[in-house]
């Protein structure tokens, strides 16, 4: 399997394409999505955390919270 940089696939998309550096950001934040949908459903990077529970029972969430288990 060969690992490769987000950056390096922008790059090479973009100069396959016959586009210019102009078009980096918005195939970054393109393939910055991607990645981050694969992460959540194809990957099943999860990342878990322990909530310290205050004196009523109850704690904050982050902001990226989904599921509980």
């Given at each position: 399997?060969?690992?490769?940089?987000?950056?390096?696939?922008?790059?090479?998309?973009?100069l396959e394409k016959g586009l210019p550096l102009h078009y980096?950001?918005?195939?970054?934040?393109?393939?910055?999505?991607?990645?981050?949908?694969?992460?959540?459903?194809?990957?099943?990077?999860?990342?878990?955390?322990?909530?310290?529970?205050?004196?009523?029972g109850a704690s904050d969430l982050p902001g990226d919270f989904?599921?509980?288990?």
């Amino acid at each position: 399997m060969t690992y490769g940089t987000l950056d390096e696939m922008i790059r090479r998309s973009l100069l396959e394409k016959g586009l210019p550096l102009h078009y980096y950001v918005e195939y970054l934040l393109h393939g910055s999505a991607a990645v981050r949908e694969l992460a959540k459903d194809t990957l099943k990077i999860v990342n878990t955390v322990n909530l310290p529970i205050n004196s009523y029972g109850a704690s904050d969430l982050p902001g990226d919270f989904v599921d509980e288990v």
